[in-house]
């Protein structure tokens, strides 16, 4: 592959740490965290209210709507269902991860190279 992707493949050797972070946290946190399922949530309930409002008169009455669902789902969150259970995450940082990534980053791929 080098030659043909060299650019891609910098990319992911300089990125690999970063992404194989996730394999550090246990399953309650890596399973929310993994997907962008949240984000796409969010968007979907932005863009059903704005079909109902259908034209902004400015720009901060955008603003206002996106805030105003943020509000709502932070409202949900801290008052009702958690999303992620921050006080377990403070509590599992204050023992330390069990895996370094870089080692979770060896682990899963012996093969590339490091430094």
Request: charged share 35%.
């Amino acid at each position: 592959m080098e030659g043909k992707a060299d650019k891609a493949l910098r990319c992911l050797e300089e990125g690999l740490t970063d992404v194989m972070a996730l394999c550090d946290l246990p399953d309650r946190f890596r399973l929310r965290l993994r997907t962008t399922n949240m984000v796409e949530r969010l968007n979907e309930e932005v863009r059903r209210r704005e079909r109902v409002i259908r034209i902004f008169p400015n720009e901060h009455s955008a603003y206002r709507l996106i805030g105003a669902v943020l509000m709502e789902c932070d409202e949900k969150w801290s008052t009702g269902r958690l999303y992620l259970n921050m006080e377990l995450f403070r509590q599992w940082l204050e023992k330390g991860p069990a895996l370094s990534t870089e080692r979770a980053a060896v682990t899963a791929f012996p093969q590339a190279k490091r430094g």
